[in-house]
């Protein structure tokens, strides 16, 4: 568990540290005149864009829109890479190829030529490493074993402690000393993540070959199998609608809070992408309480399954989208909101993120059948894919919407997705339950 923890911390640490900065080095330097103009294959690529939406992109619509659409192939793609490791390559060297690949990416971002090269290679590498590492710790645990979700919150935690790190490094060389700096340092953590993964490999779990007779077998499930990826399928809408509130931190959230939130602190303004380590730090805070709480709570009563944390998780989050709307009101009168509505929102959000995602992968990681995990620990991640498309979709109407209209309406998506979840956990969570067969 430490190795994959670990591997996965430097992974993160590099994949936020260049997110952090994306949308700010994209309508702050690369789309202005004098960079845009070197990017190779941009022009066909903002053609396409603006077909798809049928207007010409501002800078801020235009970086929103890639934004969304990078971090939501970020999600799509591990189902590709689940299933080369299921049928192909087997899991160690699949992810292997995929940090190479991220390695590469990251450290073709330091230039403005090959972005879009760059972001290839990111999501390629991404695809192969992500929803293969987590089922390698999926695989640690029988399945009845409840420890899972602990574990999976307990990874959650060296994501964000990779979070709080990313933007105080790659985001501070990236807005103090020079965009590729940042971009640069996002590279070096990606390749001692590698170097972590590939020298825990003897505790790794155990592979079957992938042999021709292996894949055949696979392609089999059944009855029990097929109703429980059903399951599974049918929720991802639910959870990619109830993630916008805390996947929108990274895009709108950036451009919004600094005009009409005060970010002063001893008379200085804090640096925008610090926004991203306070969330961080927030968020480890409360996992940290969060795994602690249900523990507790264990010893004197029933925990409850794995779907119904989520439904309370996603409650919760929609409360905390209350607290923008709440800073919105207050800034619509000229001035700007204080921090407090902000700590509010990073308070909430950070309770309902503890029962939602680590929560989720352990469910499906539980549920999906063993013949098939890396495949179904990709398809998980496609409702951060679906999400992420949907906040880059609605980023485009931060410029038309008062700041009221805006939050209200990720309040009542998150709110609207709870519900759903709290109907699906009545109807089909047998199904998915701790001890159910």
């Known amino acids: 568990m430490g190795y994959l923890a670990f591997a996965e911390a430097w992974e993160r640490f590099s994949y936020y540290g260049m997110q952090t900065l994306l949308v700010l ?23 396409m864009l603006e077909g798809a939406y049928g207007k010409p992109l501002t800078t801020i619509a ?6 969304g659409l990078y971090t939501g192939l970020v999600y799509l793609t591990p189902i590709a890479g689940g299933f080369i490791a299921d049928r192909f390559l087997g899991r160690t060297r699949t992810i292997t190829i995929g940090a190479l690949l991220m390695a590469a990416g990251h450290f073709l971002m330091a230039f403005d030529f090959p972005f879009l090269i760059a972001l290839l290679c990111l999501l390629t590498g991404v695809g192969c490493f992500k929803g293969n590492l987590v089922s390698q710790i999926g695989a640690l645990y029988a399945p009845q074993d409840l420890r899972r979700a602990d574990a999976f919150q307990i990874y959650y935690l060296f994501i964000n ?5 990313a933007p105080l490094v790659a985001g501070t060389l990236g807005e103090v000393y020079g965009w590729h700096y940042g971009f640069g340092a996002a590279g070096v953590g990606m390749v001692l993540g590698l170097g972590i993964y590939l020298s825990g490999r003897e505790w790794l779990p155990a592979e079957q070959p992938v042999t021709r007779a292996a894949r055949k077998a696979r392609l089999g499930l059944t009855r029990n199998e097929r109703n429980a990826v059903m399951v599974l399928i049918l929720l991802l809408p639910v959870l990619a609608v109830g993630a916008v509130g805390n996947q929108q931190i990274f895009n709108s959230y950036m451009l919004w809070v600094p005009e009409h939130v005060s970010l002063v602190f001893f008379n200085k303004t804090m640096p925008t992408t610090w926004l991203v380590t306070l969330d961080a730090i927030v968020s480890v805070s409360f996992l940290a309480g969060c795994l602690a709480f249900w523990r ?17 998780g996603l409650a919760f989050s929609a409360v905390a989208v209350l607290c923008l709307v ?30 939602v995602l680590p929560v989720g992968l352990a469910m499906y990681a539980r549920a999906a059948p063993k013949s098939v995990a890396g495949t179904i620990m990709g398809v998980y991640f496609l409702h951060l894919f679906m999400c992420n498309n949907l906040v880059g979709w609605l980023g485009g109407f931060l410029e038309r919407l008062s700041g009221v209209q805006f939050w209200l309406l990720h309040a009542g998506l998150v709110g609207g997705a709870g519900a759903v979840m709290l109907i699906a956990s009545r109807t089909a969570g047998r199904l998915l339950n701790p001890g159910t067969e």
């Open 161 to 165: 402690g990779a979070v709080i790190t």
């Open 326 to 355: 709440g800073a919105a009101v207050v800034s619509a009168s000229g001035q700007k909101a204080g921090i407090g509505w902000v700590l509010g929102f990073e308070v909430l959000n950070s309770i309902g993120f503890a029962n």
């Open 25 to 47: 080095y994209m309508t702050k330097q690369l789309l202005l005149p004098g960079h845009i103009e070197h990017i190779a294959g941009f022009t066909a690529f903002r053609a």
């Open 296 to 312: 507790l709570w264990a010893k004197r009563f029933k925990e409850p399954s794995e779907i119904t944390k989520i439904t309370i």
């Open 62 to 67: 235009l970086s929103s829109t890639i934004f």
